[in-house]
């Protein structure tokens, strides 16, 4: 039997409609540079457009034009089909599709809706937010963010939304992560701890993790530096089953100037987010920030609080109870700080009043990089995007040895409260 040859009319039904241009090949210096000057022009859309928004393309995305080209790409990968039809009979297992190939396909065909996995509800809603949040910082501050969009080897991306040296802010981050992994034996063991769903048989776990993180460092030390991170995450097992899935986040004041009347409208904001869903959540979750946004070694807060909770699982309340909790207490956060922020901006300050606030943010640095889980877990994983990660630390800061507040001063008085938090509503 003659070997096997696979037919011309199978690729040519394949190849991409012709331009109508002509296949002879030009000599380099068939036109003139005053030619091809000319010809250029002709062909161009027009004379240069002016610069456009940075996050036009970003709220606005183009069409992908991978649908044209799909053909041409496919091209090596159908050779390559034939040819193992003709020259192999081995018949191999495929492996099952990973969570990210499911949400892949699945937003593909069906979009995200109430049925989806609560995976893709989360993303959804942190994206919707993401954008919200920045519109609106953007009229405060008068300036536009930087819009970068990532994606990771390991599985997913991320939008990092950044300002710096605005007009407001000095530094401003709005970032989210869609994340995809394998959980290794050693983390299944560690958080089997809070989770008790999670399999301690298996050599390893895919995992899902996804969250909208912010932190706000204005100029004005009147002002307060405000963060805030909302998360979700979820494992599955070899066959795509979700295995265990929790919620976790919070949000938190650190002024360097305190003013009542702001912690007490933060926190009573707060609070009723809180109660729509459960009257102990406030007082709960109040103080288990004040315990973990905690300098030990200072012996102080960060800040004057807000909330904080982590591993929210169905031991708490059920999924979608959860997921309405996290809603409310994200949506809260506009109307918790723009009155705050607008109030404070514009107000005159002195260069000693400057000094303190750098000193702050030194107290400010020192949680991030020696206590925050969340700083320690996204450096320690495969993949990490370090500028991400790193977003919420100031752009300036200051350490200055043995520095102590006046006696009387409103420094002393904001290091009293940070060293004996206070209940504000």
């Given at each position: 039997m003659p070997p096997f040859r696979p037919s011309?009319?199978?690729?040519?039904?394949?190849?991409?409609?012709?331009?109508?241009?002509?296949?002879?090949?030009?000599?380099?210096?068939?036109?003139?540079?005053?030619?091809?000057?000319?010809?250029?022009r002709c062909m161009s859309d027009g004379p240069p457009k002016p610069k456009t928004d940075p996050l036009e393309e970003w709220r606005n995305p183009k069409p992908s034009k991978w649908p044209n080209r799909i053909r041409f790409l496919m091209l090596p990968f159908i050779g390559a089909i034939i040819y193992s039809m003709y020259t192999d009979t081995t018949i191999y297992e495929a492996e099952p599709p990973s969570i990210a190939e499911k949400d892949s396909v699945l937003k593909r065909e069906n979009g995200i809706n109430e049925q989806s996995p609560m995976r893709l509800r989360m993303e959804q809603f942190i994206k919707q937010h993401q954008k919200e949040i920045v519109a609106e910082l953007e009229k405060v501050d008068g300036k536009k963010f930087i819009v970068d969009s990532w994606q990771r080897a390991e599985g997913g991306g991320g939008i990092s939304c950044v300002l710096q040296d605005g007009n407001v802010f000095e530094k401003a981050g709005v970032n989210i992560s869609v994340v995809y992994g394998r959980l290794p034996k050693p983390a299944i063991a560690k958080m089997r701890a809070n989770h008790k769903a999670l399999d301690p048989t298996v050599d390893s776990l895919e995992f899902f993790a996804s969250g909208l993180s912010m932190v706000l460092h204005p100029k004005n030390p009147n002002a307060p530096t405000v963060h805030l991170n909302y998360r979700y995450f979820e494992t599955a097992d070899d066959q795509g089953n979700t295995n265990a899935w929790w919620y976790g986040g919070g949000c938190d004041l650190t002024p360097s100037y305190l003013y009542d009347e702001d912690a007490i409208h933060f926190h009573n904001t707060i609070k009723q987010a809180c109660d729509k869903h459960d009257k102990g959540y406030y007082p709960r979750f109040k103080k288990w920030c004040d315990e973990y946004f905690?300098?030990?070694?200072?012996?102080?807060?960060?800040?004057?609080?807000?909330?904080?909770?982590?591993?929210?699982?169905?031991?708490?309340?059920?999924?979608?109870?959860?997921?309405?909790?996290?809603?409310?207490?994200?949506?809260?956060?506009l109307p918790s700080y723009l009155p705050i922020i607008n109030k404070r901006k514009?107000?005159?300050?002195?260069?000693?009043?400057?000094?303190?606030?750098?000193?702050?943010?030194?107290?400010?640095?020192?949680?991030?990089?020696?206590?925050?889980?969340?700083?320690?877990?996204?450096l320690n994983t495969p993949g990490s995007r370090v500028e991400s990660i790193l977003m919420s630390l100031p752009l300036t800061a200051r350490w200055q040895y043995m520095h102590e507040p006046e006696k009387g001063s409103r420094e002393e008085r904001l290091l009293d409260v940070l060293k004996n938090p206070r209940e504000w509503v």
């Open positions: 011309c009319r199978a690729f040519r039904a394949l190849e991409l409609p012709q331009t109508g241009a002509s296949r002879r090949a030009l000599h380099p210096n068939f036109f003139t540079s005053r030619q091809s000057a000319f010809a250029r905690n300098n030990k070694h200072r012996g102080e807060t960060r800040g004057i609080g807000g909330i904080f909770f982590d591993d929210l699982d169905e031991t708490e309340k059920d999924q979608e109870q959860l997921f309405s909790f996290v809603q409310d207490c994200l949506s809260a956060f514009d107000m005159p300050f002195t260069e000693e009043q400057k000094q303190w606030q750098q000193l702050r943010r030194g107290r400010y640095v020192e949680f991030n990089l020696v206590h925050d889980r969340g700083t320690a877990f996204g």
